[in-house]
């Protein structure tokens, strides 16, 4: 099955620095997101992209940004990290016009995370 | 503005037993609902997909319904086994142009 991928997966940073958050996927699928996951707090929308040029905040976007380089590809940008942006970071793919064989449309697919700690 | 309650948030079972966990929402327009999977620390697994003409969806020994009506789908596990333990996340579209909102999952424990 074609992948959804996330790099690094762990992280370490401290307070202050510029950390990037890369997803690539090989579904050839237009849409993708970022998510941050934090215990009681499921997960949250932080950017989310349905084609190149397009770029949409999430709910909790403030602190973020993020770069569609191509269909393929997808980047979260923390500019200037602290140390209540410490989670669990997901990319996600989707695609509204494919249903794969016995699927159907716009289901959406995880990356495998990223755990990011701000010191 | 959407949004998705799954109750109980944490499930204690034996092995063997069938088990139904439910998902609630508020607005009934939805396109369409996703069930998932997620195992402490990793990434969430597509179980099943309901789209909004659908009743149900199944997989192997996963069943999952939805009653647009009355807002709610269930998930039903047919015989359990411990390793079916993970959290159990429902995911709602409202249209097929805005992103899902999901419910913060029930924690399932099948004790063998």
């Known amino acids: 099955d074609a992948d959804v991928t996330q790099t690094p997966r762990n992280r370490i940073t401290k307070t202050g620095k510029r950390i990037m958050l890369e997803c690539s996927q090989t579904?050839?699928?237009?849409?993708m997101y970022w998510y941050r996951q934090d215990p009681g707090l499921g997960l949250r929308l932080i950017y989310y992209?349905?084609?190149?040029?397009?770029?949409n905040k999430g709910e909790i976007s403030d602190g973020y940004s993020v770069s569609r380089q191509a269909q393929a590809k997808f980047s979260l940008s923390l500019e200037s990290a602290i140390p209540n942006q410490t989670a669990l970071y997901f990319c996600?793919?989707?695609?509204?016009?494919?249903?794969?064989?016995?699927?159907?449309?716009?289901?959406?697919?995880f990356g495998p995370g990223t755990r990011l700690t701000v010191l | 503005k959407q949004e998705v309650t799954q109750i109980p948030a944490a499930l204690s079972v034996p092995e063997g037993e069938n088990l139904v966990l439910n998902c609630s929402f508020t607005?009934?327009?939805?396109?369409?609902l996703q069930w998932f999977r997620q195992d402490p620390g990793k990434g969430l697994t597509s179980l099943l997909l309901?789209?909004?003409?659908?009743r149900e969806q199944t997989s192997g020994r996963l069943n999952a319904s939805l009653d647009k009506s009355s807002g709610r789908s269930t998930l039903y596990i047919a015989a359990s086994q411990p390793g079916d333990s993970a959290t159990y996340l429902c995911?709602?579209?409202?249209?097929?142009?805005?992103?899902?909102?999901f419910g913060k999952g029930t924690r399932l424990s099948v004790i063998a």
């Open positions: 995911a709602v579209r409202n249209s097929g142009n805005t992103p899902l909102v």
């Open positions: 607005d009934s327009a939805i396109y369409n």
């Open positions: 309901i789209q909004s003409s659908q």
């Open positions: 579904k050839g699928h237009d849409r």
């Open positions: 996600a793919t989707s695609d509204p016009g494919r249903a794969i064989e016995g699927r159907s449309y716009n289901e959406q697919f």
């Open positions: 992209s349905f084609d190149v040029k397009d770029i």
